[in-house]
């Protein structure tokens, strides 16, 4: 990747969506506000929160938005609307960024071929069996994957925001593989998705054995799934390949 001028820092905007996450939002934050990288802003959307997450925020030098509880689809499109940043970037919000993250994205970026850009993320492990697995299984994923990827990583990605726009942002019908949806409607754009693994975020443990079972060993079956989704006039259909699936 070609350094970025010292003198010439385009503007980043991070971004989260964050709902009930007062035992984490500080960390993330505080990791946030020490990279770095000079010209940024942070903007926290508040998911309709239940818990003490807003007093929590209150101490830092970062915009606060409040919404009522919508999805985190919902969230980040707010955090695009608001962006100042021509670059916009995500993470969640039990999530520690390293110090040179934006850096490195803001090097990746420079290539105006480039769309999107996927970092890497580390899922942490503690005393229960169950952060192990998970943290082993999202370390295949990520090993298998090339370069140049086909798909960002919604706790650990970044945009052109001119792009993201003008595929109309996150659809918040998505509940879930929003991420995917998107990575489908910049790429058939004719932009490049890069996977950069200097671009690294730390997971908190993760110990919830439904999710593990949900993320997992349900999308260990070799089979394909598709969901179809119509997005104004055009009609997305994207398959989730796992590594072991037969599918092409």
């Known amino acids: 990747m070609t350094e970025i001028r010292k003198d010439a820092y385009p503007m980043i905007t991070v971004g989260l969506s964050t709902w009930n996450s007062a035992s ?9 506000l020490n990279t770095a990288y000079p010209n940024k802003e942070i903007i926290v959307v508040d998911d309709g929160s239940t818990d003490d997450t807003l007093q929590r925020l209150a101490k ?9 509880h919508q999805g985190v689809s919902a969230g980040r ?3 695009l609307r608001h962006a100042r940043g021509e670059i916009v970037v995500y993470t969640d919000s039990d999530t520690i960024v390293s110090s ?4 490195v994205i803001a090097e990746a970026v420079q290539d105006p071929s480039v769309g999107a850009i996927c970092g890497w993320t580390e899922f942490r492990t503690d005393y229960r069996c169950a952060s192990w697995i998970k943290s082993l299984d999202n370390r295949m994923r990520f ?4 370069h140049e990827t086909s798909m960002v990583v919604g706790l650990n990605c970044a945009f052109r925001k001119k792009v993201l726009e003008e595929i109309g942002g996150f659809n918040r019908d998505w509940y879930h593989a929003e991420d995917t949806e998107v990575s489908y409607l910049i790429r058939q754009r004719g932009y490049r998705i890069l996977l950069v693994p200097e671009a690294l ?3 908190v443990p993760e110990g919830d054995w439904g999710g593990i079972y ?9 089979i394909c799934e598709s969901s179809s989704h119509t997005r104004g006039s055009l009609a997305v ?4 390949h796992h590594p072991r699936s037969k599918c092409k």
Do not use: F, K, M
Request: proline share 4%; aromatic share 4%.
């Open 24 to 32: 984490t939002i500080g960390a993330c934050v505080e990791s946030i």
């Open 60 to 68: 830092y030098p970062i915009r606060v938005i409040h919404q009522q």
């Open 77 to 79: 499109n707010n955090v």
């Open 100 to 103: 040179n993250w934006l850096d």
């Open 143 to 146: 090993d298998g994957r090339r």
């Open 201 to 203: 975020v730390e997971h």
């Open 214 to 222: 949900a993320s997992v060993i349900v999308t260990q079956r070799p």
């Open 237 to 240: 259909t994207i398959s989730l």
